[in-house]
């Protein structure tokens, strides 16, 4: 059976993503269009371009996660230079190894630009500060004078994945101006209402899966320190859209996967803890089949 599907962002929780994306496919869905949030632009981009679950986790599982993190090249110890990297980059690390990472495996399925699939078939998002704005890719690159058809994919994910002051910011030049774009998880972590919109009959039946707990059983954020302010801050903006679109109606139709105890950014990430991931989306998908109807 056809159907659109949705996934979220989470950085390194991703992993959690293919254990659901593999349940999925054991129930005999097919996706004809997919989106995502940084790590679910990854997946997203990656089932678009035709990999099963199984390709997908044998791909991550054989990456060394610490490659990604890529710091700008100084005489000067890291411990040292971060400050400046912060100050005058925005961010630690580059991001041009998960760019090239993926560009590496989109190409070798073909894929490399928008065109190089269906219309409509994949869509990613991002958040341009300069602009103060959401975009989605690649339907808004005509606003900056770019066809959409022509950028490339792994640009696009780059975009999404650009966790504000780990990653550096990529800049869009266009027409003198620079405009900077980061994670897309700043404005929407999680993008359903792109297929699933009020008032507007499906196509086809859209499932979401995102790696959080229900909006209606979230625990409640505990703030008794200014690092934990911050985190509560950067959770409340990051789900703030998505919190108020999301209603019951539509909450019966995702997969919701409640990944407490991992960092976005651990990508120091054990074996046994990437396995745990996947299990905990493949389980969480299980349980939601098991009384799901479409």
Request: aromatic share 12%; net charge positive; with cysteine.
């Amino acid at each position: 059976m056809n159907i659109d599907g949705v996934f979220s962002g989470g950085g390194i929780k991703g992993f959690a993503l293919i254990g659901a994306y593999e349940e999925i496919e054991k129930r005999g869905f097919c996706f004809t269009r997919v989106a995502g949030t940084s790590a679910g632009s990854i997946i997203a981009a990656l089932i678009a371009a035709k990999y099963t679950s199984n390709e997908i986790y044998q791909l991550i599982d054989e990456l060394d996660l610490k490659k990604f993190l890529d710091t700008r090249k100084t005489f000067v110890p890291f411990a040292v230079t971060k400050w400046l990297l912060l100050y005058w980059r925005l961010g630690l690390y580059k991001g041009e190894e998960l760019e090239n990472w993926i560009a590496d495996k989109l190409g070798d399925k073909g894929i490399w630009k928008f065109s190089d699939l269906p219309p409509q078939a994949l869509r990613i998002i991002a958040s341009d500060l300069t602009n103060g704005q959401l975009i989605v890719l690649p339907d808004d690159l005509i606003k900056y004078g770019i066809e959409p058809g022509s950028f490339s994919i792994a640009k696009a994910i780059r975009m999404s994945c650009s966790l504000p002051y780990f990653f550096e910011p990529v800049k869009l030049n266009v027409k003198k101006n620079t405009n900077l774009i980061v994670d897309g998880g700043v404005l929407s972590n999680f993008p359903m209402w792109l297929f699933d919109k009020e008032n507007i009959k499906k196509v086809r039946p859209v499932l979401g899966v995102q790696l959080s707990h229900n909006t209606l059983e979230r625990p409640k954020n505990k703030i008794n320190n200014a690092i934990q302010m911050f985190e509560a801050l950067f959770e409340t903006m990051k789900d703030a859209h998505d919190s108020r679109y999301i209603s019951r109606k539509h909450a019966r139709n995702i997969i919701f996967i409640p990944t407490e105890g991992v960092l976005t950014t651990e990508f120091q990430l054990t074996p046994e803890k990437k396995k745990a991931l996947v299990d905990l989306g493949r389980n969480s998908a299980k349980q939601f089949f098991s009384q799901w109807s479409y």
